[in-house]
């Protein structure tokens, strides 16, 4: 069965593998480390042994672009740049796909990161897109139902 990883690419983002007839395998959120100067940074081994563990046949990273003068982007860069190396040691399958195409694909546009979450939820059934309950609500992990829709979006491109 092949296998698809789909990544949100950002520190609150996510990894997340599914096989080609919409069954989830794993997700993780996005790892951080705390860097040398107390910023937080993508760590890269445990996206190395994830990736490696699964070994999926086609990654789809969500690929996103900054906002004139928004902040963090360089941050943002370092990150994404630090996701697609390991993945192109890993990988020779890779592509890329702006939110507008891979929501547009699943009429996804215009929802909410909460209802994009439940449409996960009912598709995968992946617990993981659930963080802890807070003030008695359960918490969205937006970056791990993007990255299983991601993937989902993907499987049309397995050849």
Known sequence: MRKIL???????????????????????PMPVKTAADGSDRIDSRP????????????????????RPRQKGVFKFGEGFGIVLGVAELLCDNI???RPQEWQGHQSLIGLSKKQIAEVA?????????????????RAVRDGISDSLMIAK??????E
């Open 47 to 66: 996206i190395y042994d994830f990736i490696k563990e699964y070994q999926p046949d086609l990654i789809v990273f969500e690929q996103v672009g900054s």
């Open 121 to 137: 939820f009912a598709v995968f059934k992946a617990e993981a897109i659930y963080g802890k309950p807070r003030a008695g609500k």
């Open 153 to 158: 979006f993907g499987v049309r491109f397995l």
């Open 6 to 28: 789909g990544v949100d690419p950002g520190l609150k983002g996510g990894l997340s593998v599914i096989d080609e007839r919409f069954n989830f395998i794993a997700s993780i």
């Open 95 to 97: 592509m890329f796909s």
